[in-house]
């Protein structure tokens, strides 16, 4: 079965994360992947955080599979020359440097547009322009740049990183939005185009709720968050839902530091969780029976309902909620998401041979397509496909033992 992409070729100048990310989708979604990276070191990320010795790390074979690997020194002439000819052959091209890091090399956008009309060149950049155009920017600094810091954590607290990895590859999923939709404007245009996506932008995107409520509280107090406000400003909301609905994080059975389950309260869900938890006289007290009452106490209604869920575990009432379609989530750690059978059926994580580190698990694709279903290949040796690619460009075996003996591959 052909996959979405298939015949689609990237130039993939990524690396850590957010860009790496980006082109490992496109990947999955069918299309040839070559990761140029740097002889004798590439990608970064290849060393960093090892857990075995002279073995590519988990943070690079997890942001890396479905690509092929080659070597290339662009500071040289003949590798600006093997750049040329990948750039003439590629139709996309990803790069995640700091601002002018490819013009340097002497590639600027006029010059690719030269190579190469139909080049699409994506680029992630820290900051969109203007005055933060020149910062450095790392995953936790675009959460704090683009609101998800301050709105994160409890309102006596500092403010919170998320785990999620909302900077960097949040950033790399707007890319390949971007990407795509530069590569069907392409069918009608025949040019390619400029694509940029800044980390701040992606994160103050994914915060678009919380401008929401900035906007709203200059109007008043923020009724559904779990602590008076007052301020000016869109306080930390702790484990509320910030939506219609409250919803809260309890806890379960036996009380270890993930034994908890998150629960969303809707107003058909009030009666059968009221004598669910022992008190049906809340259905038709007035103080209880409506949302607007619960409204201005929903750390009372939680605090009864983890008076029951303390004692039972969250699977016990994962059952017992769901039976009653009221909407509700364990909080599962990484060791139960590791080891869940369902998400492994599903292909949500999956297992994955490599030649170095034996067998690693890794996320699987979460885009799923019925007719482009997506076979999670193991990430590439550095420089692994040096002769395949570049044989396909046409340089002979003597010309690549030439720039192998030269430093250039």
Same mark, same amino acid.
């Given at each position: 079965?052909?996959?979405?992409?298939?015949?689609?070729?990237?130039?993939?100048?990524?690396?850590?994360?957010?860009?790496?990310?980006?082109?490992?989708?496109?990947?999955?979604?069918?299309?040839?992947?070559?990761?140029?990276?740097?002889?004798?070191?590439?990608?970064?990320?290849?060393?960093?955080?090892?857990?075995?010795?002279?073995?590519?790390?988990?943070?690079?074979?997890?942001?890396?599979?479905?690509?092929?690997?080659?070597?290339?020194?662009?500071?040289?002439?003949?590798?600006?020359?093997?750049?040329?000819?990948?750039?003439?052959?590629?139709?996309?091209?990803?790069?995640?440097?700091?601002?002018?890091?490819?013009?340097?090399?002497?590639?600027?956008?006029?010059?690719?547009?030269?190579?190469?009309?139909?080049?699409?060149?994506?680029?992630?950049?820290?900051?969109?322009?203007?005055?933060?155009?020149?910062?450095?920017?790392?995953?936790?600094?675009?959460?704090?740049?683009?609101?998800?810091?301050?709105?994160?954590?409890?309102?006596?607290?500092?403010?919170?990183?998320?785990?999620?990895?909302?900077?960097?590859?949040?950033?790399?999923?707007?890319?390949?939005?971007?990407?795509?939709?530069?590569?069907?404007?392409?069918?009608?245009?025949?040019?390619?185009?400029?694509?940029?996506?800044?980390?701040?932008? @992606?994160?103050?995107?994914? !915060?678009?709720?919380? /401008?929401?409520? $900035?906007?709203? &509280?200059?109007?008043?107090? %923020?009724? +559904?968050?779990?602590?008076?406000?007052?301020?000016?400003?869109?306080?930390?909301?702790?484990?509320?839902?910030?939506?219609?609905?409250?919803?809260?994080?309890?806890?379960?059975?036996?009380?270890?530091?993930?034994?908890?389950?998150?629960?969303?309260?809707?107003?058909?869900?009030?009666?059968?969780?009221?004598?669910?938890?022992?008190?049906?006289?809340?259905?038709?007290?007035?103080?209880?029976?409506?949302?607007?009452?619960?409204?201005?106490?929903?750390?009372?209604?939680?605090?009864?309902?983890?008076?029951?869920?303390?004692?039972?575990?969250?699977?016990?009432?994962?059952?017992?909620?769901? @039976?009653?379609?009221?909407? !509700?989530?364990?909080? /599962?750690?990484? $060791?139960?998401? &590791?080891?869940?059978?369902? %998400?492994? +059926?599903?292909?949500?994580?999956?297992?994955?041979?490599?030649?170095?580190?034996?067998?690693?698990?890794?996320?699987?694709?979460?885009?799923?397509?019925?007719?482009?279903?997506?076979?999670?290949?193991?990430?590439?040796?550095?420089?692994?496909?040096?002769?395949?690619?570049?044989?396909?460009?046409?340089?002979?075996?003597?010309?690549?033992?030439?720039?192998?003996?030269?430093?250039?591959?």
């Amino acid at each position: 079965m052909s996959k979405a992409l298939e015949g689609v070729r990237v130039l993939d100048m990524t690396h850590v994360q957010s860009g790496p990310s980006s082109t490992q989708l496109l990947g999955w979604l069918g299309a040839d992947v070559v990761k140029l990276e740097t002889p004798g070191r590439g990608d970064i990320t290849r060393q960093q955080l090892r857990d075995k010795p002279g073995v590519d790390s988990l943070y690079f074979t997890m942001l890396n599979c479905n690509k092929r690997s080659i070597t290339v020194n662009m500071k040289t002439a003949e590798g600006k020359e093997i750049f040329a000819d990948l750039v003439k052959t590629s139709d996309i091209l990803v790069e995640n440097f700091g601002p002018g890091v490819v013009d340097r090399f002497g590639f600027t956008w006029e010059r690719l547009q030269e190579l190469n009309p139909r080049l699409i060149y994506a680029s992630i950049k820290g900051f969109g322009g203007g005055k933060f155009a020149k910062f450095k920017a790392y995953e936790v600094i675009a959460q704090a740049m683009g609101g998800a810091m301050a709105t994160t954590g409890f309102a006596d607290g500092p403010p919170t990183a998320t785990g999620a990895q909302i900077g960097d590859s949040g950033t790399g999923i707007h890319l390949v939005a971007a990407i795509l939709a530069a590569l069907y404007q392409r069918t009608n245009t025949g040019r390619g185009q400029r694509v940029q996506v800044a980390m701040q932008d @992606a994160v103050l995107n994914l !915060c678009r709720v919380k /401008l929401r409520d $900035q906007q709203r &509280i200059a109007l008043g107090p %923020l009724n +559904e968050y779990p602590t008076p406000n007052t301020g000016v400003e869109v306080p930390r909301s702790g484990n509320a839902s910030g939506g219609g609905q409250p919803g809260w994080a309890v806890r379960c059975a036996p009380g270890g530091p993930n034994d908890y389950i998150y629960v969303i309260i809707q107003p058909p869900g009030w009666k059968p969780l009221a004598e669910l938890i022992g008190r049906p006289d809340l259905v038709q007290d007035p103080q209880w029976a409506t949302p607007e009452a619960r409204l201005s106490k929903l750390d009372k209604v939680f605090a009864l309902v983890e008076e029951w869920t303390e004692k039972h575990t969250k699977w016990e009432i994962l059952e017992k909620l769901n @039976a009653h379609d009221i909407p !509700c989530g364990p909080i /599962l750690s990484t $060791q139960e998401l &590791i080891d869940d059978t369902t %998400l492994a +059926e599903l292909g949500t994580v999956v297992e994955v041979e490599h030649p170095e580190r034996g067998t690693f698990k890794t996320v699987g694709s979460p885009l799923k397509l019925s007719d482009s279903p997506v076979d999670v290949q193991r990430s590439p040796l550095l420089g692994e496909h040096n002769e395949e690619v570049l044989s396909e460009l046409g340089y002979s075996g003597d010309r690549l033992k030439e720039l192998r003996a030269a430093g250039v591959i």
